[in-house]
């Protein structure tokens, strides 16, 4: 695993116009990511580049080693091309074909991003769907946008009987959590908002009799 780390760190060193690069565990070794958005993998002792249309084009002219890890025993290629020497030698070139790479994971991921329904989030149903649409939320950036609590007082708004659970459904939503898995100091916050909220309205409620 040392060798995994000399390679990461070799390549934050040259890499770093890119942005903050972050590691995590990932195939046996580790994946490389800007902002969380996922461009390179280390295996062993070689550095890895997501496939783009810059790299196919290097790859033309100079073949590179796909990425194969085993799956139960099955060989399984990448789409994942390994830095060679000459590449390592050319660190303007190596960061060119890097920036295209994290380019070309940016945009796939916004597309599906782009088509992800909110039904397709954690905890939303197709009732909340349904909902959040008739209160003008359509889409899942829509949603992220607004954040929960806004989110919660425009269903409230057309459904008085939605509750605690879904405005924690919400959350977990956006933040990509079961609802039962969201964090206790967000839970407690969301709480305490939600039954502050419950009062006000109450109390406007009571006044207006």
């Known amino acids: 695993m040392k060798k995994h780390h000399q390679v990461v760190e070799r390549s934050r060193v040259q890499l770093a116009p890119l942005g903050k690069i ?121 949603l992220c946008e607004i954040g929960a609590k806004k989110s919660w007082l425009k269903l409230k708004a057309i459904n008085q009987h939605v509750g605690f659970k879904t405005l924690l459904a919400l959350q977990g939503a956006i933040s990509g959590h079961h609802q039962a898995a969201l964090p206790h100091a967000v839970k407690a916050e969301l709480s305490d908002w939600y039954n502050a909220t419950v009062k006000q309205a109450f109390q406007r409620e009571g006044s207006g009799r």
């Open 22 to 142: 972050e590691s995590r565990t990932q195939f046996g070794g580790y994946a490389l990511a800007v902002e969380q958005v996922v461009f390179a993998l280390v295996n062993e002792e070689g550095l890895y580049l997501r496939a783009c249309e810059a790299l196919r084009e290097y790859v033309a002219e100079r073949p590179l080693e796909t990425l194969v890890f085993r799956k139960r025993g099955i060989p399984v290629s990448l789409n994942y091309f390994k830095v060679d020497e000459a590449l390592w030698r050319n660190p303007e070139h190596l960061l060119t074909l890097s920036a295209a790479s994290l380019q070309a994971a940016q945009v796939e991921l916004k597309a599906r991003h782009d088509a992800l329904r909110l039904k397709d989030l954690p905890n939303l149903s197709l009732r909340i769907e349904m909902m959040l649409r008739e209160a003008g939320i359509c889409t899942v950036k829509h």
